[in-house]
């Protein structure tokens, strides 16, 4: 069972580590993934998934959630102004927080409606310009600004170059992440995710590894 089988990799690699057994969080990424897919890994009891985009998240997870209780929502994709609502009222906790423009609407929205997500700071730590995520160099500035807006910023989060070690950018991310206060790390995918675990990563995000290849055509 893919499921089981990434949990007790993740212990494996916790006490490796030396840390608490159970302290990384496992974010189930279902992403383009058929119901059928989804369904099965909350029927094995699971709760806490990711997803990437706004508009697939609201077409699914009210029907699941009117199913399973419990459902705990991450959102992990780039983020349009225009689809911050939606996203906050959705989603217990938002990993891509990467500009001003979006902290400030974060922090009006959260102003009228009462509550905000937890916020992660996406960071751009391979400074590539396709990615989302504010660069390492900008990165302490925004997290104070984030923070003087009373946004409830728990972390960081970064995806790493395909082509590159992710665990320097781990590194490097769980650095900016100490020298500013921050205990959340949300970093390591399926192809890394021991590593993540091994430099302390709070929230690994695993999508293939559990549900097998994203199906394109669906969602
Ligand atoms: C899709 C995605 C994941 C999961 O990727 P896998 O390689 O399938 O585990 C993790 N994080 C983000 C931001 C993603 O978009």
Request: net charge negative; glycine share 8%.
């Amino acid at each position: 069972m893919a499921l089981q089988d990434i949990k007790d990799r993740i212990i494996s690699a916790e006490e490796k580590a030396e840390r608490t057994a159970g302290s990384t969080q496992l974010i189930a990424v279902s992403k383009v993934q058929p119901n059928e897919r989804v369904q099965a890994i909350l029927e094995q009891g699971h709760r806490v998934f990711g997803e990437n985009r706004v508009q697939e998240a609201a077409g699914k997870w009210p029907a699941f959630r009117e199913k399973f209780e419990g459902i705990e929502l991450h959102l992990i994709g780039p983020l349009q102004t225009n689809k911050a609502r939606q996203a906050m009222e959705l989603a217990q906790s938002i990993h891509t927080l990467d500009r001003p423009k979006l902290a400030k609407t974060f922090a009006r929205l959260a102003q009228e409606m009462g509550a905000c997500p937890d916020l992660y700071i996406q960071v751009n730590t391979g400074e590539e310009p396709q990615k989302a995520g504010v660069l390492p160099a900008d990165a302490d500035a925004f997290v104070a600004e984030a923070i003087a807006m009373d946004l409830p910023v728990r972390g960081l989060m970064c995806i790493p170059p395909v082509d590159q070690e992710a665990a320097q950018h781990f590194a490097l991310l769980g650095e900016i992440a100490a020298r500013n206060g921050l205990t959340g790390l949300s970093m390591g995918m399926s192809g890394d995710f021991e590593t993540a675990v091994a430099l302390g990563a709070t929230h690994v995000r695993v999508g293939s590894a559990i549900f097998g290849d994203r199906v394109p055509s669906a969602g």
